[in-house]
């Protein structure tokens, strides 16, 4: 419930959560007669914002019986006219969260605290938001916190404004004001980690999207009503609509819904906001080809999608100076969690390689780290490790994102690293010696994994499989996708055709019966072919896939094949298929 001066309201701007604390509002001025009053007063304070924190105990999940008053660090802090809304002064919070602004004598003002941190004079810069994506008719309103209108008097004086958690003794039952203000503060100290090795970074606009109604959902994501799916970093296309037909922006969703004590709140997720605050880095600053999806089970992953999440994981425990990630589930009673500084391998069930999440987060984590540990001999820094996830090198490679691509931009960045680097990798049964994982033995215990990159050469069709060892949710996993290099000496036009193997390989084998490929450059998408088999053809006959006659530059591109059809069964047999490229 709001306290008597508590209000919540909507502007076209903010979406203003509650008014909290308001202390020595100003008072009036009283002495000579003959003396004018000031022509303006300075209001000054502190916003604060109360912090939810971990239980000392792993997995009993948050502590809402001990909220902690932290600061608003550079947040944007307005004073407004209470009679017609505009705004007479605006200022930013110091990393104490402290303001002062200079404003008109005797004016009915309140003052606003927005959650955002906006810098744009002069490098380094930022703009980072916090909004609701929920809430009809406010177009993705921005967070904003008012305290009560007074008059700002003849007198200096000062206002504090402090945004509550909104929980009660077992549930949330007040506004939940605290939480845009958590999740800015995060970015706040990501920012910081990232302007510690490059000072004059420009960051991209990075809006960050909450709403108590933000829940978990499965195969929907329509952040218009809160189906979110799970906390996530989102690039759009620009035709790309979601499962309510509607355009979204770019940017940080999370979750919010507290489900009667059922659901998921990540607000106070220090570790999953600065794990997705590390995809939006990479994207922005390096390049990502991971293709999500779900990860974190301990199952083997697409090289892709392990490598950026365990980027995540690893930029996460740097930003918040903690090798334990912990993520509130179950409202706020439970956590799941999983140290970096743990060995990634059967003890705790995961299989260590280039395809490990936990291997990928471990070398990473490592490598930054002061702790070293038997096998550990290197404690680099952000600097360096940055460096290489946004160096040209790794940029311009024609092999897909990787540990491999990561580990030769840091061998090329700083060679000091290189011997260290290379135990790390030896320690996580990681053995391949480029970019493309040459020599790589390691295949997580599959068959037909290897090697990485199948080679294919013009008008040789070549025969591969789209596997699924690790059981069902197929689109993301090791084997799941086949990845063909093609070292293309000239500019030539070419054609693609994948056909599903005209009788099984092998008595456990079946073909492909609807064959999707893509053609990638250095990461980009080139053509692609992603029909649905011709007239909808029964599984029993092969299914084929055909790119066009293209004009293919010179140079290497990576041809990525697999069976869409084995993503919509349990278990399947590897699917089998020849891929050829035509071309004079």
């Not at 604390?21 to 003396?35: E, F, H, N, P, R």
């Not at 105990?57 to 502590?63: A, F, Q, S």
């Not at 999953?272 to 301990?298: L, P």
């Not at 070398?363 to 460096?387: C, S």
Request: proline share 5%; aromatic share 8%.
């Amino acid at each position: 419930m709001n306290s008597p001066h508590s209000r919540l309201v909507r502007s076209a701007t903010a979406l203003v959560l509650a008014s909290l604390v308001l202390s020595a509002c100003g008072g009036g001025g009283g002495g000579g007669g003959s003396t004018p009053p000031p022509v303006s007063v300075t209001i000054s304070g502190r916003i604060t914002f109360d912090r939810i924190g971990f239980d000392a105990t792993l997995g009993n999940g948050l502590n809402p019986t001990a909220p902690v008053e932290s600061p608003a660090r550079q947040v944007t802090v307005q004073a407004i006219d209470a009679g017609n809304s505009s705004v007479l002064a605006t200022a930013t919070t110091d990393t104490n969260g402290n303001y002062s602004v200079s404003v008109p004598s005797g004016r009915n003002l309140f003052i606003r605290a927005r959650a955002e941190m906006v810098k744009s004079d002069a490098a380094p810069t930022w703009n980072f938001s916090v909004r609701n994506n929920t809430t009809a008719g406010t177009n993705d309103a921005l967070y904003a916190l008012d305290g009560s209108p007074a008059s700002s008097g003849t007198a200096d004086s000062t206002r504090n404004l402090r945004a509550a958690t909104g929980f009660g003794t077992t549930s949330y039952t007040g506004t939940r004001a605290a939480a845009p203000f958590a999740i800015l503060d995060t970015a706040y100290r990501a920012k910081e980690l990232v302007l510690s090795a490059a000072p004059s970074t420009e960051f991209p606009e990075l809006r960050m999207f909450w709403s108590d109604q933000n829940r978990p959902t499965a195969n929907r994501f329509c952040p218009d009503t809160g189906d979110i799916g799970t906390t996530s970093y989102q690039v759009f296309g620009t035709n790309d609509r979601d499962s309510c037909n509607q355009t979204n922006s770019d940017g940080i969703y999370i979750l919010g819904d507290f489900a009667n004590g059922a659901g998921d709140t990540d607000e106070f997720d220090q570790s999953v906001i600065a794990h997705e605050f590390g995809h939006y880095v990479e994207d922005k600053f390096g390049r990502s080809d991971s293709i999500g999806g779900q990860h974190g089970n301990d199952l083997p992953l697409d090289l892709r999608v392990a490598f950026g999440e365990g980027w995540g994981d690893a930029f996460s425990g740097m930003v918040l100076g903690n090798s334990v990630y912990r993520d509130s589930q179950q409202g706020v009673t439970d956590d799941f969690s999983f140290d970096l500084e743990a060995d990634a391998d059967a003890s705790n069930g995961a299989t260590e390689g280039w395809f490990s999440e936990f291997s990928v987060g471990e070398i990473l984590w490592d490598l930054f780290d002061p702790a070293n540990e038997p096998g550990d001999t290197v404690a680099l820094g952000f600097t360096p490790i940055f460096t290489a996830i946004t160096s040209q090198m790794l940029k311009d490679t024609d092999a897909l994102t990787s540990i491999f691509t990561f580990a030769d931009a840091l061998r090329a960045g700083t060679p000091s690293a290189a011997a260290g680097l290379d135990d790390l990798l030896a320690g996580e049964n990681i053995h391949g010696t480029d970019d493309f994982g040459a020599g790589e033995s390691n295949a997580g215990g599959a068959t037909g994994i290897l090697p990485i990159y199948k080679t294919i050469m013009l008008n040789q069709p070549i025969s591969v499989c789209s596997r699924s060892p690790f059981g069902d949710d197929t689109t993301n996993k090791l084997g799941n996708r086949v990845f063909i290099r093609f070292d293309n000496d000239t500019s030539r036009a070419v054609a693609i055709q994948v056909d599903g193997a005209p009788a099984p390989m092998d008595p456990t084998t079946t073909f492909a019966t609807d064959p999707d490929v893509f053609v990638l450059r250095r990461g980009g998408l080139v053509q692609f072919g992603a029909s649905t088999p011709a007239g909808n053809a029964p599984h029993s006959t092969p299914g084929h896939e055909t790119i066009s006659q293209f004009v293919l530059a010179a140079g290497t591109v990576i041809i990525e094949v697999y069976d869409f059809e084995m993503s919509l069964v349990t278990n399947p047999q590897p699917r089998c298929m020849t891929v050829q490229i035509t071309g004079n």
